[in-house]
């Protein structure tokens, strides 16, 4: 049997000619669709990439920009999560434009770098006009020492209508200064695309949901006012679930998110779950297939966590997780014989700890019924209510666990005790009659397990 290994959890190799070489979820079909999709524009969109966490978002968009840039479509890549420590969203997305230019094949690298010396200026006026003004400072100062209410009304008339000019022509300069940014953007993105209508810059924002909110809305806010120039289109990789969480915290519990969202992203694309491929890819890699070969099984433990992954909706990371946790345990030689029945509860444990960790910790406190209760319809919600065959892995778990209830002393209980305890669940019928039938199946090694050997799994 091949040495079991361990690894962390490291961002595939990204072939330079061959993007898709390595890859085990079979992106190409998606990415090919989507760089039809945005090559079919020739304004500025926002298309949002959303997925969960640790579902591979990073990794496919880094896919894409490999593949985009092999049909010579130039591109940008800003991870706002790692420029969220700055204090103005506008001049960190220049700032990656700029430190782009010696990477893009710019047809005329000189042009670009003079187009990119007026948009950093325009880029300070902008920064100068949401700056406080003077008015409004003055008023600071002067009313930190005037006590007389009449007094302080009387100064603060005189500063009014400077005030209000001061304003006025903060505005107007805004205006200007948008529509001279605007022209040079639009000509800095005819220089990296050579004129080609056809070849858009595209600008990926990766990790935004990891941002600060305040730096997050800002980066939204940017992308869509600042730069809705044709032939730029910004790919946003984020989870918009935990988006709508940081914006949340910064306009209150009660704004409309998707409305909100709807102002700055125009398309959503849902990125794929990887289905039970990615976790067959992690069996093979760990070689964790010989492993279970090793073992006197019942059940085909391969087959049984690809099932209980897929039926968890384990995220890659969270799978990846899953064969180390199990890698550690084997290398660390735990006197504890992980074959059978054990092996199943062993994988389901990891699950649980990953999962839901606030139910995993209850294992091994004073009142097991409580955890038994809790886990046992945390199993029975994960089974596919339109298809019975499909849950019979689970059913098989809900079994074991049963099996080690506080009122069934032996591990070979009759089926009316068992069928007495899992009464309490209120299965139906149908289910209480699988579940019973589990035991005859197996003729010659019941299911069975008890709650030390529980115990013993979670120590290991």
């Not at 800002?218 to 289109?233: P, R």
């Not at 199990?326 to 992980?338: A, C, E």
Request: hydrophobic share 40%.
């Amino acid at each position: 049997m091949d040495k079991l290994s361990l690894s962390k959890c490291q961002p595939i190799e990204i072939d330079a000619d061959n993007p898709f070489k390595n890859d085990t979820l079979d992106r190409e079909a998606n990415i090919t669709v989507l760089t039809h999709f945005i090559t079919s524009f020739e304004q500025s969109i926002v298309l949002c990439i959303d997925g969960g966490w640790g579902q591979g978002k990073t990794t496919f968009i880094k896919m894409w920009q490999q593949y985009l840039n092999n049909q010579h479509i130039p591109t940008i890549y800003f991870n706002a999560w790692e420029s969220d420590y700055t204090d103005d969203a506008l001049i960190a997305l220049i700032g990656e434009i700029s430190l782009s230019i010696e990477k893009l094949k710019v047809q005329d690298k000189t042009k670009a770098e003079k187009i990119i010396a007026p948009i950093y200026k325009y880029a300070a006026k902008f920064a100068k006009a949401v700056a406080p003004s003077v008015a409004n400072l003055s008023i600071k100062a002067i009313s930190g020492g005037l006590t007389n209410a009449d007094e302080l009304s009387k100064t603060l008339s005189a500063l009014g209508e400077s005030l209000v000019k001061e304003q006025v022509k903060k505005y107007e300069e805004s205006r200007k200064t948008l529509s001279k940014f605007k022209e040079e953007l639009s000509k800095l993105a005819q220089c990296y695309t050579g004129g080609d209508k056809q070849k858009p810059l595209v600008i990926f924002i990766d990790e935004l949901d990891r941002c600060r909110p305040d730096f997050a809305i800002e980066v939204l806010e940017k992308a869509k006012h600042l730069f809705n120039v044709d032939n730029i289109i910004f790919v946003l990789a984020t989870d918009k679930t935990q988006l709508s969480h940081s914006i949340r915290a910064v306009y209150g519990q009660g704004l409309d998110v998707n409305g909100y969202l709807r102002r700055f992203i125009d398309f959503d694309y849902l990125l794929p779950l990887s289905n039970r491929k990615y976790i067959t890819h992690l069996i093979n890699k760990f070689s964790l297939g010989k492993y279970f070969q090793t073992k006197d099984t019942n059940v085909p433990a391969s087959e049984f966590l690809v099932d209980i992954v897929h039926k968890y909706t384990l995220s890659l990371r969270e799978q990846e997780a899953l064969c180390n946790i199990f890698n550690v345990v084997i290398r660390t030689k735990i006197n504890i014989r992980l074959k059978n029945w054990k092996l199943i509860i062993f994988i389901f444990l990891i699950i649980l700890k990953l999962k839901f960790p606030d139910i995993y910790k209850n294992l091994g406190n004073k009142n097991f019924s409580d955890f038994l209760d809790e886990t046992i319809k945390n199993i029975d919600s994960h089974c596919a209510s339109d298809d019975k065959n499909s849950n019979y892995y689970l059913e098989l778990l809900e079994f074991l666990l049963l099996k080690t209830s506080p009122y069934i002393y032996d591990l070979y209980a009759s089926e009316d005790e068992i069928e007495q305890n899992v009464r309490k669940f209120n299965f139906d019928e149908n289910k209480i009659e699988r579940l019973i039938d589990i035991e005859i199946e197996y003729e010659y090694e019941k299911p069975s397990i008890n709650l030390q050997m529980v115990l013993n799994i979670k120590k290991a």
